[in-house]
Nanobody, 124 residues
Framework: VQLQASGGGLVQAGGSLRLSCAYS????????IGWFRQAPGKEREFVAG????????SYADSVKGRFTISRDNAKNTVYLQMDSLKPEDTAIYYC??????????????????WGQGTLVTVSS
């Protein structure tokens, strides 16, 4: 499975960005795609996840109410709508695939395929 993240950029605090993750290859109905981020000097952290079937989503507490994850199965694309951005959201954002899941994992080590990352910079 290949994933490609896009949509990052520079935005002022309070602004919005929408990230896209296009995926190709074999997936399953119980696969999930997660968004992670990594800021300089910090560990990679879970942001949001969505299963590729059904309605199950999950969010980190730090982004609940501000970020929305969604998918378009016809386009094999998962989106991360980021609103009310804060300087602390600045990071490289990655999307990743967990091929077969019972629940959406917050642990980046369970995800087996990764996109290349897209940089999000939020200025104050």
């Amino acid at each position: 499975v290949q994933l490609q993240a896009s949509g990052g950029g520079l935005v002022q605090a309070g602004g919005s960005l929408r990230l896209s993750c296009a995926y190709s290859g074999r997936t399953f109905s119980n696969s999930a795609i997660g968004w992670f981020r990594q800021a300089p000097g910090k560990e990679r952290e879970f942001v949001a996840g969505i299963r590729l079937s059904g309605t199950s989503t999950s969010y980190a507490d730090s982004v609940k109410g501000r970020f929305t994850i969604s998918r378009d199965n016809a386009k094999n694309t998962v989106y991360l709508q980021m609103d009310s951005l804060k300087p602390e959201d600045t990071a490289i954002y990655y999307c990743a695939l967990d091929l077969a899941v019972r629940s959406i994992s917050y642990n980046w080590k369970t995800y087996t395929s990764w996109g290349q990352g897209t940089l999000v910079t939020v200025s104050s």
